[in-house]
């Protein structure tokens, strides 16, 4: 999982790159932060606005410039970063960037789009590129201590392979073979 320093970080530095993927922790950690920037200059375009108003009682319309407000010029600094991150947050998901468009429905877009973001990476190779990290898949029964003990021992026998085996081992060895030749080998030829 990808800490909120470094996810914040990336966020930037790859705020032109709406190639590859991103990964939800890589997503949601710069979404929040930004979010809690911009709630930030909202509160304060808000105090401004009521102290223009008790300075201004005669006029309603308070006559800002565009980029007179905080929550203008936040919007517009993590626009681009949170757009080429979304667009590789989709690509993780398994869809295209052109799915961001979504945000042009107004009222449910964006939620629709909160709800993808939520979704768990795909895990397969795609177009975009490699999952960041991939979750091991489990075959069949995890492995006892005997084959463990086993595997330790024909490690063994890889350094020790100047020694000299004996006659016994040589025998042991032989008949271990030929007992799962016949337990895994020769068992499904039977039942055909």
Known sequence: MTGPIDALTQSIVHMFNFSGRATRSEYW????????VFGI?????????????????????????????YSVIVSAITFLPLMS????????????????LLNCIPMVGWLILMVIYAMPSVNRTSVHGSPKRAVPK?????ATLDTHQRAMQGYALLFDKERQVTPEQEAARKAEISDYYRSHVLKPASGV
Do not use: K, Q
């Not at 509160?43 to 007179?68: C, H, K, Q, R, Y």
């Open 29 to 36: 950690w710069p979404y929040i932060t930004f979010s809690f």
């Open 41 to 69: 200059a909202l509160v304060a375009d808000i105090v401004m606005v009521f102290e223009w108003i008790a300075l201004n009682p005669d006029s309603l319309i308070p006559t800002f410039g565009m980029f007179d407000l």
């Open 138 to 142: 489990t075959v069949g029964s995890t």
């Open 85 to 100: 991150l979304s667009i590789r947050r989709l690509h993780d998901v398994g869809m295209s960037g052109f799915v961001w």
